[in-house]
């Protein structure tokens, strides 16, 4: 088996690692999918990685034929309407990696164009979008780590991802239990990346403030009983994410930061709806999904008031 066709659906600060990766290696066997304005803008904006210009292929879903490999990189909120489209992409043998955050996409993806076509994998990037313009660090990124669900053994698949990868610069990992792997990324993602949102401050104040680090902590047992009720065994012990600048804002501070609105559905959204289906009680989950909810209210200007002079 080898992987010569690749799409990526989603040229966001996740889908730029591949593009960054893969363009060169593959030339007109990699291309971006999109539609309407956005195939437009890309087009003739291309993206800015790392300072570098890069023009891209752009193709509409009905035009992409035979691919080997799908890279599903939308945002959460865009992946029911993209369901559609990975129909139209996804053939007899194609292979679809999710990209996205969280620990329900493969299901939702996999639901509507069979389960058979899905291999599980978790990101781990530290990415800025500013436009059309994305930076990260090649050398400091750990890339992509990847498995099939229920086969701790590489598979035939599993080694034609790797083969695909080599020298590519893309930093790539074989996981044998990929679903655990997940899960502890969702609960890091929890209890780290929405605590920050909320302040608007930097990575370090988890280290430096005991009240940062016992909301996260709070926040990383709630996932911990959701997960050990589904029957995936996590550490309870809070884990602090390795190697992370002091100063670093994660993805839903970025969003909050740019005025648009954030994955907290399927973050905080995700374990509410989980603690209600298994009887648990997710109260640090619930209180901190509602503020940022707030927070995006507040972006789109729903408390703009106009003042008024106050009467005696």
């Known amino acids: 088996m080898k992987i010569e066709k690749v799409a990526l659906l989603g040229a966001g600060a996740v889908g730029a690692y591949f593009i960054w990766g893969l363009s060169e290696c ?41 691919v080997d490999l799908l890279l599903v990189s939308s945002k ?7 369901i559609e ?11 679809v990696i999710s990209l996205l955050n969280g620990v329900t996409s493969e299901e939702i993806i996999g639901n509507a164009i069979g389960m058979e076509h899905m291999m599980y994998a978790v990101m781990r990037i530290a990415s ?11 050398e400091n990124t750990a890339g992509i780590y990847f498995g099939e669900k229920d086969r701790r053994e590489p598979t035939e698949r599993v080694l034609a991802v790797e083969e695909l990868f080599q020298d590519t610069g893309i930093h ?3 996981m044998e239990d990929i679903i655990i792997d997940m899960w502890m990324k969702y609960a890091g993602n929890i209890a780290q990346n929405l605590p920050q949102a909320i302040l608007g401050v930097g990575f370090q104040a988890y280290k430096d403030s005991v009240h940062m680090h016992n909301i996260a ?15 995936i065994p996590l550490t309870e012990k809070f884990l ?12 839903t501070l970025q969003d909050l930061d740019a005025g648009r609105h954030t994955e907290i559905e399927m973050l905080a959204g995700e374990m509410i709806r989980m603690g209600k289906e298994y009887g648990i009680d997710v ?24 003042s008024a002079e106050s009467t005696i």
Do not use: M
């Open 217 to 231: 902590e709070r926040l990383w047992k709630e996932v911990d009983k959701v997960a050990n009720a589904k029957g």
């Open 76 to 82: 959460q909120d865009a992946l029911a309407d993209a």
């Open 240 to 251: 602090l994410f390795q190697g992370v600048k002091p100063d670093a804002r994660f993805s």
């Open 172 to 174: 790539y990992h074989f």
């Open 283 to 306: 109260p640090y989950c619930e209180y901190t999904y509602h503020l940022i909810k707030a927070l995006e209210e507040k972006n789109d200007g729903k408390f703009e008031y106009e």
């Open 26 to 66: 593959l030339g007109e066997k990699f291309c971006v999918v999109a539609k309407g304005e956005r195939k437009k803008r890309l087009e003739k904006d291309g993206l800015i990685i790392n300072g570098k210009q890069y023009a891209l292929l752009v193709k509409e879903p009905e035009e992409v034929e035979n």
């Open 85 to 95: 489209d990975i129909r139209k992409i996804v053939g007899k043998n194609t292979i």
């Open 128 to 138: 800025v979008r500013e436009g059309n313009q994305i930076t990260f660090s090649p």
